[in-house]
C-alpha cells in the first residue's frame, strides 16, 4: 500500500479519497483554525444590514453559518469547497466559473455590476491576503473588513499527527498534498522538509513557492483547487497512483 499524506483533518480529506485512489490517503491535520470574534459579533453586523458578502475559504463560510442569520443578501463565493461547505450550511451563493481565489472572486463581483457605496462584508483570516479588500474599495464599495479566525500551528504531540509524521519520517509516504502556506510552515516545524524522500503537491502558486522555501525543490502543482486538480498534481510525480 502506497501513501498520501494531506495536511489537513479527516473530515476534509475525505472528497480527496477517491480522487487520490489507489493511494491511501492519511490525514496530518498541522494546523487549527481559531476564531477571532467576539461571541455575537458577526451576526450583529449582518443585522444592521449588508448588501453582499464575499466569502474565500471554507473556515469563513463556516464563521458566517455561525452567525446564523435568516434572509442574507447576496453570498459570493469561491471554489468548490467554499461552496461545499455554504450548501452543508444551507447558505446559497453565487460561485463564479473558473475563479480560483479572492483576488479573482473581487474582480468577478466587480464586473457584474456597480458596487459603488455598497456595503460589502468580508469575513477573514488574520492571515489572508489583502488584495481583494482594495479592489472592491478601488472600485468605491464600502468594505467591512472582518478578521474571523486565524490559524495556529497544531501542537508537536497532537496524536492526530503522530501516522503522517511517521509515514514522512520513515520514508513510506508517496506524495505529501498541502494546501496553504500557514501548513507548510506549520509542517516543517515538525518535520524537516529538506531530507525527505516524499514528493510534494501544493494546492496552487502561493503554496508551493512557501514548500520551495522551505528545502524542496522540486514541487507539483494542481491546475485547479480541487481533489481533481490535485490528482493530477499527483500523478505527475508519482504515475504508479493511476
Not at 17 to 39: C, F, G, H, K, N
Not at 83 to 112: H, N, S, T, Y
Amino acid at each position: 500500500m502506497a501513501f498520501a499524506v494531506l495536511t489537513r483533518d479527516a473530515a476534509d480529506t475525505v472528497v480527496y479519497a477517491a480522487a487520490l485512489a489507489p493511494l491511501d490517503v492519511i490525514a496530518m491535520p498541522v494546523t487549527r483554525t481559531v476564531s477571532s470574534l467576539e461571541p455575537g459579533a458577526l451576526r450583529q453586523l449582518l443585522m444592521a444590514g449588508v448588501d453582499a458578502i464575499v466569502v474565500a475559504s471554507p473556515r469563513a463560510a463556516q464563521q458566517l453559518a455561525h452567525a446564523a442569520v435568516a434572509d442574507l443578501p447576496a453570498v459570493w463565493a469561491v471554489g468548490p469547497a467554499t461552496r461545499r461547505a455554504l450548501e452543508i450550511a444551507k447558505i446559497p451563493a453565487q460561485v463564479p466559473q473558473g475563479v480560483r481565489d479572492g483576488v479573482e472572486l473581487a474582480r468577478a463581483v466587480i464586473a457584474c455590476g456597480d458596487v459603488r457605496g455598497k456595503k460589502i462584508l468580508v469575513p477573514r483570516a488574520e492571515e489572508g491576503r489583502t488584495e481583494p479588500l482594495e479592489l472592491l474599495r478601488a472600485a468605491g464599495a464600502e468594505v467591512i473588513e472582518v478578521v474571523a479566525y486565524r490559524t495556529v500551528p497544531a501542537p508537536a504531540d497532537d496524536p492526530l499527527l503522530a501516522r503522517g509524521k511517521g509515514l514522512l519520517v520513515g520514508g513510506e509516504a508517496a506524495v505529501c498534498c498541502v494546501f496553504a502556506p500557514s501548513q507548510v510552515a506549520a509542517l516543517a516545524q515538525l518535520v524537516p522538509l529538506g531530507p525527505l524522500r516524499t514528493r510534494f503537491c501544493a494546492i496552487g502558486e502561493t503554496t508551493a513557492a512557501a514548500v520551495k522555501a522551505a528545502g524542496i525543490a522540486d514541487v507539483a502543482i494542481a491546475p485547479a483547487p480541487t481533489p481533481e486538480g490535485m490528482a493530477h498534481a499527483v500523478r505527475s510525480v508519482y504515475p504508479a497512483g493511476r
